[in-house]
């Protein structure tokens, strides 16, 4: 059995998104479109979408994860944000992968957030 190596010192916890692809601003529109049922607040401006990949092909790959892993919607939410994004113009299939590592934190909503929860 071959041990892991550790992370690279600097690498970063979360894997980048592809931002740079013409898709990319509609996904992360189809994101905002989805809530939390126990937060008033939009599950990208929470920050619980790490990643946005989006290859040649147009097929997306978004890693997200919930508030806690106890949440009570955690088996329906990848659906539902597959849902908001397959229908989008160019897309051609979507696959949403739950992560718990690096776990969420309040740090990762954005300032709109933070400020329509009252923690501005």
Not at 51 to 76: F, K, Q, W, Y
Request: hydrophobic share 40%; charged share 20%.
């Amino acid at each position: 059995m071959t041990e892991q190596a550790p992370p690279l010192e600097g690498a970063p916890l979360i894997q980048p998104s592809s931002t740079d692809h013409p898709l990319y601003d509609s996904i992360v529109e189809a994101c905002r479109s989805v809530y939390d049922p126990e937060i008033p607040v939009n599950i990208y401006d929470l920050g619980l979408v790490y990643t946005v990949e989006i290859d040649s092909e147009n097929a997306v790959r978004i890693i997200m994860t919930l508030t806690a892993p106890g949440c009570p919607v955690a088996g329906e939410m990848p659906g539902w944000v597959a849902g908001a994004v397959e229908p989008l113009p160019g897309v051609k299939q979507v696959d949403v992968e739950l992560t718990w590592d690096p776990p969420w934190g309040m740090d990762m909503m954005s300032d709109e957030a933070r400020l329509e929860l009252g923690f501005m």
